[in-house]
C-alpha cells in the first residue's frame, strides 16, 4: 500500500536531529513541527543527496565568482 500526505506547514523556521531519539527529524515551522522518523538507511541517502546538492551548488558559485573576476579584468 501507498500513502502519500502533503503537509502546507509554512516556513520552516529551524530543524533539530535530536542526538538521544535516534532516527527522528524535527523541523520547526510556522504554527507547529513536524516529526519524521526515518531509518539509518534513509538517513544516509539523506546526507549523500544533501551533500551532492551543496557541491553542486558551491561549483556554480566558484564558476560565476571565477567568471565575475574575468570579467572585471577585461
Known amino acids: 500500500?501507498?500513502?502519500?500526505?502533503?503537509?502546507?506547514?509554512?516556513?520552516?523556521k529551524s530543524f533539530h536531529l535530536p542526538f538521544y531519539s535516534g532516527a527522528e527529524l524535527e523541523f520547526i515551522v510556522e504554527g507547529g513541527e513536524i516529526t519524521l522518523s526515518l531509518t539509518e538507511d534513509i538517513m544516509k541517502d539523506l546526507h549523500s543527496a544533501l551533500g551532492g546538492r551543496l557541491t553542486r551548488?558551491?561549483?556554480?558559485?566558484l564558476a560565476d565568482a571565477k567568471q565575475l573576476v574575468e570579467t572585471e579584468n577585461q
Open 57 to 61: 551548488m558551491a561549483e556554480d558559485r
Open 1 to 12: 500500500m501507498k500513502v502519500r500526505q502533503v503537509i502546507e506547514a509554512g516556513k520552516v
